[in-house]
């Protein structure tokens, strides 16, 4: 008897072992299919990545200042030779991503209770929201900035739009995911003491879900600092129009002495931004 | 006087309450016992309307509770003060600011949002955990307390609500001994001295025995006694309990809300 | 309970200081902050020339557009857009996949508990930080100019930013390791590379499968406007109708791009949830 037990296990497991092969040879063939489409479609080749390479090598080589110890000063100053305008660029960029970022997050903050299903029973204005956040993620901040540079004109204020509905969308559906999972518990004890719908939100929720929320919005600021050094591509503001034009007309130097900036604002804000996470989640008075 | 008839919740094909009828005066202190899954929980959460009735009627001094709706239904939340097993505070705030969710309806808006409690309103806060014990603790978060205190601050929010009624859903089921002594002390002094009326769903029969002037037994959604504590004899507990809980002298204490 | 007079208000402030009123330090402090975030805020929309007159006009000039997007039509472009959609997949595909095998060696090239030596800890991260610091979209309007226009520069582009994300994130997954399996293997005398194979790769593996199909569901999106720069895709229609004010035609492509990243979206949330099981972390999400 214990035998046929051994026996039906035994052949219980080969059948799952069986499946489990067939399901990877079948998600095999079709990662191969999908690649050889893409390689065709990709226009790829490896005489094209092995031509490639070194020419990329050779450009990133001659973005390169010539740079000598016994005349350091005045070959900083050749490289740098814009230094003054193009920090008040990337200050721009900063503060496009900051406007952006903040109208972001109150757009998104609000939207997100509307979008949880656990805080509002009816289900068109949960599904409608979701959906509408959905939208605004999916659409890229520089399509929204080829709009807005129709509508609202060149310059800064596209951008900030653009990057503000793009985050807003972003956002609002992790933080919305953020309050789906507080507890009834949580908010059974405000409702019974007869607060108003958005005090539940205030007392039963927003303490639970701040520390996440605040987490993702220094995360998302930082990345729309990066996306408001690139909005400049289509007219909308910041450091972006500079570098393309620098890139478009081959002035090497000035290629890397831009993008060295910029990545060195990126590197500070991004450890800012670390910082103050650790700070803030760490820290009791955050309500 | 909480006046309760026909009262009935289901839940797809679960019954939770059926056909209940009871009447209670103000100022007593009614001790609600039954197993678990009796339905014990689901009555105070009718009361407060936390559920919706599927059928009966709750009236409170000509007050018919179960027709109110918006700002009404809310206000009438502030009157029957809810306490629970897992006392329900927001882990992340301080003590204060957990006895204030007690004052929400009376206070404007955006002075709740931006926790912009009034003095008067914050005075009468400590003053609520002064008579519980707890006002050295008002600045302290929630969570950094044990379970019995806890449980003290979650009744100073019930008291500022300044409450017609506190329902208390089997308030020390998640306590050791000692800090159920206190709780259930708070209760029984403030049934004493503000003339509040109680409903306490206990598990320990104990418990009802020490505090409750008058016990109500529950079994499988319906009422099968009413009566003071001394009618409690053998025949009844068993009805209550069922026939295997024979001796259910201390009664589970492990069986969540 | 009732509500307390002055003198008991007082009686009681005294009793139990910091519960009637904030320590006047904490309250004016706390206000300082969200007093200059306000002004902040402010006079940065301003610096940027955000103004609500501009921004009615602008909503009025966007309705416009939304009117004039219907009906949508392709004008015989068709195939045109279908295959520059192909070309975005493509891309995103690729891309993610040259990244995610670069970046599983140098993560553990990168993790403190694997490479103990610190200059190549520290030199890596930081060339890693460089990479990251610029955008994609830079990157392709690089690589136009060195491989030429094409979806061949977008799909270097994505694979080099990705690395530079991608290669950060594993690298913290790895040092996030849990130490008890290392031990053993060490304890069995097993070599440095047998640690990293046996006993981290194993724990680490899923979490950069997620990671991977998380970050193919986002570049699918950013794809879809490095057309803009010219390196492929079904941007460069995109822009280019646009420019020239053909909003039907916009409007059909972006009804086509939608469903296409919805698409990949739920594929990737399924695959993720449904095979692996873990999320990716924060950082990425908020992408
Ligand atoms: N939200 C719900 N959905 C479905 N069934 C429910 C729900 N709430 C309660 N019930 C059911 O209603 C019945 C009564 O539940 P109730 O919580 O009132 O019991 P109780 O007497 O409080 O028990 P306990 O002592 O375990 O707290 C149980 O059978 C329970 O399963
Ligand atoms: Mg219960």
Redesign the interface.
């Known amino acids: 008897m214990s035998s046929d037990a051994v026996r039906l296990f035994e052949t219980r497991r080969a059948e799952q072992i069986a499946a489990r092969r067939r399901q990877t040879a079948l998600f095999g063939v079709v990662f191969l299919a999908?690649?050889a489409?893409?390689?065709v479609?990709?226009?790829?080749s490896l005489e094209?990545l092995a031509t490639?390479l070194p020419?990329?090598f050779a450009?990133i080589e001659r973005t390169l200042p010539t740079l000598s110890l016994a005349t350091l000063g005045a070959d900083l100053g050749r490289w740098f030779w814009n230094f003054e305008g193009w920090l008040r660029l990337l200050f721009?960029t900063i503060?496009?991503a900051?406007?952006a970022t903040?109208l972001g997050v109150i757009g998104g903050f609000l939207l997100s209770f509307a979008a949880a299903k656990n805080l509002v029973a009816n289900p068109w204005i949960h599904h409608g929201a979701r959906r509408f956040l959905?939208?605004m993620r999916?659409?890229?901040e520089?399509?929204f900035a080829?709009?807005?540079v129709?509508?609202?004109?060149l310059?800064?204020?596209a951008g900030?739009l653009a990057i503000a509905l793009h985050t807003l969308g972003?956002?609002g559906k992790?933080f919305a995911e953020i309050n789906e999972n507080v507890t009834a518990?949580?908010l059974?004890?405000?409702?019974?003491?007869?607060?108003?719908f958005?005090?539940v939100i205030?007392?039963?929720v927003v303490?639970?879900v701040?520390p996440g929320f605040v987490?993702?919005t220094l995360?998302?600021f930082e990345?729309n600092v990066?996306?408001a050094?690139?909005i400049g591509?289509?007219g909308a503001?910041g450091i972006g129009q500079e570098?393309?034009f620098v890139?478009?007309q081959?002035i090497y130097t000035d290629?890397s002495a831009i993008?060295l900036m910029?990545?060195?604002t990126?590197?500070l804000i991004?450890l800012g931004c670390e910082k103050l996470r650790h700070r803030l989640i760490g820290q009791?008075s955050?309500? | 006087m909480l006046e309760i008839r026909d009262l009935g919740r289901t839940y797809g094909p679960v019954t939770a309450l059926a056909g209940l009828d009871l009447t209670v005066r103000k100022g007593e202190f009614v001790g609600i016992i039954g197993r678990s899954g009796a339905g014990k929980s689901t009555l105070l959460r009718l009361i407060?309307r936390?559920v919706e009735p599927t059928s009966g009627r709750i009236v409170f001094d000509g007050l018919d509770v179960t027709a109110l709706r918006g700002?009404e239904l809310?206000?009438?939340?502030?009157?029957a003060?809810?306490i629970?097993q897992?006392?329900?505070?927001?882990?992340?705030?301080d003590v204060i600011?957990n006895v204030l969710?007690?004052r929400?309806?009376q206070v404007g808006?955006l002075r709740?949002?931006l926790?912009a409690f009034p003095p008067a309103e914050r005075a009468m806060a400590v003053e609520a955990l002064e008579r519980l014990d707890m006002a050295e603790r008002a600045l302290q978060?929630a969570d950094r307390l044990s379970g019995g205190q806890q449980q003290r601050v979650?009744i100073a929010?019930a008291l500022v609500?300044e409450p017609d009624l506190i329902l208390a859903d089997e308030p020390i089921a998640s306590l050791d001994p000692l800090s159920a002594r206190q709780v259930m002390e708070a209760l029984a002094r403030i049934n004493r001295e503000d003339g509040l009326t109680v409903l306490c769903n206990l598990h320990a029969l104990d418990v009802a025995r020490t505090y409750c002037s008058r016990v109500v037994g529950i079994a499988e959604g319906r009422l099968v006694f009413d009566g003071p504590v001394t009618g409690l004899d053998e025949a009844t507990i068993r009805r209550i309990y069922g026939d295997e809980a024979a001796i259910p002298k201390d009664a589970p204490q492990d069986a969540a809300a | 309970m009732s509500r307390p007079d002055s003198t008991r208000i007082a009686a009681l402030a005294a009793r139990y200081p910091g519960t009637i009123y904030a320590p006047p330090g904490q309250l004016w402090g706390r206000r300082a902050v969200v007093a200059g975030f306000f002004v902040?805020?402010l006079w940065?929309?301003d610096?940027?020339?955000?103004s609500f007159a501009?921004?009615l006009?602008?909503?009025q000039?966007?309705g416009i557009?939304a009117s004039m997007m219907v009906p949508p039509t392709s004008a015989g472009f068709f195939w045109d857009y279908v295959?520059a959609l192909?070309?975005t997949?493509?891309?995103a595909?690729?891309g993610t996949?040259l990244a995610s095998l670069a970046s599983i060696p140098l993560g553990f090239l990168g993790a403190r508990n694997v490479v103990a030596n610190p200059v190549i800890h520290f030199g890596l991260r930081r060339v890693l930080?460089?990479i990251?610091?610029?955008?994609s979209?830079?990157w392709a309007?690089?690589?136009v100019?060195?491989?030429g226009l094409?979806?061949?520069a977008g799909?270097?582009a994505i694979a080099l930013n990705d690395t530079g994300v991608l290669a950060k994130m594993y690298a913290e997954a790895i040092e996030g390791a849990d130490r008890k399996a290392s031990e053993g293997v060490a304890a069995a005398g097993g070599s440095k590379a047998d640690i990293a194979r046996l006993a981290i790769f194993p724990q680490v593996f899923p979490v950069f499968l997620s990671n991977s199909l998380y970050f193919f569901e986002a570049n699918t999106?950013?794809a879809?406007?490095l057309g803009?720069?010219g390196a492929?895709g079904i941007?460069f229609f995109?822009?280019d109708r646009?420019r020239v004010?053909a909003w039907s035609d916009v409007c059909f492509i972006?009804l086509l791009?939608?469903p296409t990243?919805?698409l990949i979206?739920y594929l990737s949330r399924f695959l993720r949830e449904r095979a692996i099981g873990v999320e990716p972390p924060?950082?990425a999400?908020?992408?």
């Not at chain 1, 059974?188 to 108003?196: E, F, I, P, Q, R």
């Not at chain 2, 809310?74 to 009157?79: G, K």
């Not at chain 2, 897992?86 to 705030?93: M, S, V, Y």
């Open positions: 999908a690649f489409v893409s390689v479609v990709g226009e790829v094209r490639g020419r990329f450009y721009d503060l496009i900051f406007v903040t959905e939208l999916t659409v890229p520089l399509v080829l709009f807005f129709f509508a609202f004109g310059g800064p204020m900030v972003v956002l992790l518990k949580s059974d004890g405000v409702v019974a003491a007869g607060a108003s958005d005090q205030r007392f039963g303490p639970q701040l987490s993702y995360l998302r990345i990066r996306s050094s690139v591509f289509v503001g570098l393309m890139i478009n081959f290629i993008l910029l990545i060195v990126v590197a991004d009791e955050l309500k | 407060n936390l700002a809310r206000a009438w939340r502030r009157r003060a809810m629970f897992q006392f329900h505070l927001i882990d992340r705030l600011t969710v007690g929400l309806s808006r709740t949002w926790l978060r979650a929010r609500q | 902040a805020f940065a929309s610096h940027l020339g955000m501009r921004l006009q602008g909503l000039d966007l557009v295959h192909g070309e997949l493509a891309m595909f690729l996949l930080d460089v990251r610091g610029v955008d979209l830079v309007l690089i690589f100019s060195v491989v094409g979806p061949f799909i270097l999106r950013s879809t406007i803009v720069v492929g941007g995109l822009a646009i004010n972006i791009i939608l990243v919805a979206d924060a950082e999400l908020s992408r």
